[in-house]
């Protein structure tokens, strides 16, 4: 099966800005094709007869919101689909590998519990269901439950930055498996030259959607990028020529609404902090783009799993 490869757009953000003085008309675009992309993905997905689907991206691709609209869009088109987030695979942390600099490898495979992976992955595909574990985040263990799954007949779709690592998926049929890669596929250029690349637009969501969603302050952020990056380029990347579909997960009218939110998130990071010309760097990328209200965002947007609800 060959890959489908979505090869990246340079946009001039003149014309962004021309198209942000109908922003109402440029959000629903930018929706509307987002969705026209699950369809087609769906379609290929139904097309193959795969019944575990494996979904990654790096952080902040929006994978997460990504495999439940495509799961939604499966059923719509007639076809049962589950989702299993390998996070409540995660072992204790104190079992994490340890890094030279003497912290722990959150972004290593071997976070995950693979033989339960493999476990879980083989019931369900020999007999359709399986008992899968639920991770405590609160207390960084795994809960003393489990959560049964039937795929009815349909599809599961696994979600995580590991999901593609051939370790998940070795006993189980080739034809079984389709891979997909969800990953921004738009960058972003001022007079011909890059000017706000993908890696600028997943930092400025990351960090945005850790201080609204999840309470990390920007500097916990800022102070972890370098090794989240570390961990795309050797865990996550290495694998992308394995996918059987690259998931365009960008909107261009995102860049809008991001120059009107870090307006105020620069103010968030101290400028004695010793990482915050990073954070600088990136926001000042942004000073070009017209700025758009987060109210345009719709409470049903993969977005509002970065920006939260309008």
């Known amino acids: 099966m060959s890959t489908v490869v979505v090869p990246k757009r340079l946009v001039e953000i003149s014309l962004v800005n021309v198209a942000n003085q109908v922003p109402q ?48 869009e499966l059923r719509a ?17 104190e079992h994490y590998p340890v890094l030279p600099d003497g912290t722990k490898d959150y972004e290593s495979p071997a976070t995950l519990d693979m033989p339960l992976i493999n476990q879980c992955l083989n019931e369900l595909y020999t007999t359709g269901r399986s008992d899968l574990p639920v991770y405590d985040f609160a207390n960084e263990r795994r809960a003393d439950y489990t959560e049964h799954m039937e795929l009815e007949g ?11 690592n051939p370790e998940l998926t070795r006993i189980l049929p080739k034809g079984e498996v389709y891979r997909i890669y969800a990953g921004l596929r738009e960058e972003y250029s001022s ?22 969603n999840r309470g990390h302050g920007p500097e916990q952020t800022l102070e972890m990028w370098h090794k989240v990056l570390d961990g795309d380029d050797k865990y996550i990347r290495p694998y992308k020529d394995d996918a059987d579909l690259i998931l365009d997960t960008s909107h261009t009218y995102e860049l809008g609404i991001i120059a009107g939110l870090v307006a105020d998130a620069e103010k968030l990071v101290d400028p004695g902090y010793h990482k915050a010309k990073l954070w600088y760097d990136t926001i000042r990328r942004f000073d070009e783009v017209t700025k758009l209200p987060k109210s345009l965002i719709p409470a049903d947007s993969m977005l509002c799993e970065f920006y939260g609800k309008p």
């Open 25 to 72: 008309l440029f959000c629903e675009d930018g929706e509307r094709e987002y969705h026209e992309r699950l369809q087609r993905a769906a379609k290929r997905i139904i097309r193959s007869g795969a019944h575990i689907i494996m979904l990654t991206g790096p952080s902040a691709s929006g994978k997460t919101t990504t495999s439940h609209k495509l799961a939604a």
């Open 77 to 93: 088109q007639g076809v049962p689909a589950k989702v299993i987030s390998l996070d409540n695979f995660l072992l204790v942390s």
């Open 154 to 164: 349909g599809v599961c779709i696994v979600e995580g930055i590991h999901a593609l």
């Open 191 to 212: 007079d011909g030259v890059r000017a706000i690349n993908t890696r600028d637009i997943r930092l400025c969501r990351r960090l945005l959607r850790d201080a609204v």
